[in-house]
């Protein structure tokens, strides 16, 4: 087994010390090699399965990492190194790279976005504002090859569909001249996930004590921490009390000491958290999550911004299938196994298709009452209207509703409007 990581490692090196072991050519001969090595698709997963528990297998050095559950190094060279990487339930965030190289599907489907990073306000080498611009997606399957480009040429994020999912990854060690190696939070930040300054981390760490032990005094210490908080520090200490606690006084009187320190960059910090939010939501699901069709569905959620893009998507992976009606199966299917926090009955998937459809509320309550014979009472069309507006509201069908959407939500005097010219429209007919 072990032969196969090493013709493919030689070839590579070969190709490369030609080059001079330049670092911007080795993401073209790398993927040049692994496509034809063909290991991406002759490899059997229960062979690489059975080397690795092998006594061969300790011939191989292993160094630990994180990313990847597990990385496991199958090739180790002067300059570079292979690894497959197993996933289960880990998303990897929008992301760059502090190396080169390339990457293969060896088991499994992953669905990949792009992204552009234009930088506007670089607040320190840590923490840098900026707008986060979604480039495509696409559904990469078994034996699918793409180059790794050092820093923002490659700013991409990936969620893996079946368990496990496999990656075979040929790349160098993380070169110092490519740092920081940031992560993204859309709509526009950039952060190194690498920086873990003392003693600011074992402060943060006791403020995430404090959040399950002792609430008046996590605020307290909060607060304090915020009066001589950096802009990156900021954001660690926003995040820390954000996700559970946004809608209570103690977070606004939070918001209100940092909008004295920092300004208007709370404002700008805001939406970033929120998405944070949505994105650990998202992931969290699928850790319940096993079938692969709905893994997809929530990769979509949550990396691709647009409903024609998500459409473009369920398309290629089912061609026989309508988009719109796929995506209203398994909302559905998702939400009568508890798996997405959401609920639907026959009357808020009819909202929900006529939202799809961009209509507003008038024709979609005039459609639910044709199908459901409502009886279009003050009451129940109050009802309606919570109902329409949790749904276009509702963060994790955020991609679904487009700009291009004409579903808009209401307040109560819009539908008083919308009512009024109801029943002007009933007597002429």
């Known amino acids: 087994m072990l032969q196969i990581f090493k013709e493919l490692g030689t070839n590579i090196d070969r190709e490369w010390k030609k080059a001079e072991y330049e670092d911007s050519l080795l993401p073209e001969i790398a993927a040049t090699e692994l496509i034809a090595s063909q290991v991406l698709l002759k490899l059997d997963i229960d062979d690489l399965v059975r080397w690795i528990a092998s006594p061969d297998f300790h011939d191989v050095e292993q160094t630990y990492r994180q990313f990847g559950q597990p990385p496991v190094n199958v090739y180790t060279g002067e300059h570079f190194f292979i690894e497959v990487l197993f996933w289960l339930d880990a998303s990897p965030s929008i992301h760059q790279h502090a190396f080169v190289g390339a990457f293969g599907v060896l088991a499994g489907s992953s669905v990949q976005s792009e992204y552009r990073f234009r930088a506007r306000q670089e607040l320190s080498p840590e923490l840098v504002i900026g707008d986060i611009q979604f480039v495509s997606s696409e559904l990469l399957q078994r034996g699918a090859v793409r180059s790794i480009s050092p820093g923002d040429a490659l700013i991409h994020s990936l969620f893996h569909l079946e368990r496990p999912s496999l990656s075979l990854v040929v790349r160098t060690n993380a070169r110092e001249y490519l740092q920081p190696q940031y992560r993204y939070v859309k709509p526009w930040l950039a952060i190194d996930p690498f920086y873990k300054p003392e003693p600011f981390m074992t402060q943060l760490r006791v403020l995430e004590s404090l959040k399950q032990t002792d609430l008046p005094l996590f605020w307290r210490t909060a607060n304090a921490m915020v009066e001589h908080s950096t802009p990156w520090m900021l954001h660690m200490i926003l995040t820390s009390a954000f996700h559970r606690y946004r809608d209570s006084s103690e977070w606004k009187q939070l918001l209100a000491t940092a909008e004295g320190k920092h300004g208007s960059l709370v404002s700008q910090l805001t939406p ?31 990396n691709v911004p647009d409903r024609p893009s998500i459409y473009r998507l369920i398309r290629e992976r089912f061609p026989d299938g309508d988009p719109e009606q796929l995506v209203l199966r398994w909302m559905q299917e998702m939400a009568e196994k508890k798996l997405l926090g959401l609920d639907f009955n026959p009357i808020s998937l009819h909202l929900l298709q006529c939202a799809l459809r961009q209509l507003d509320f008038t024709p979609a309550k005039a459609s639910l009452s044709r199908l459901f014979r409502l009886d279009n009472g003050k009451e129940e069309n109050e009802q309606l209207l919570a109902l329409w507006n949790e749904l276009l509201t509702a963060s994790l069908l955020r991609p679904l509703f487009d700009e291009g959407n004409q579903a808009v939500v209401l307040n109560h005097s819009e539908l008083s409007s919308h009512l009024r010219h109801d029943m002007v429209g009933a007597t002429h007919r």
Do not use: G, M, N, T
Request: charged share 35%; net charge positive.
């Open 272 to 302: 970033c958290l929120q998405e944070q939010e949505r994105e650990i939501k998202i992931v969290a699901r699928r850790e319940k999550v096993h079938d692969p069709v709905y893994r997809f569905f929530l990769a979509l959620l949550l």
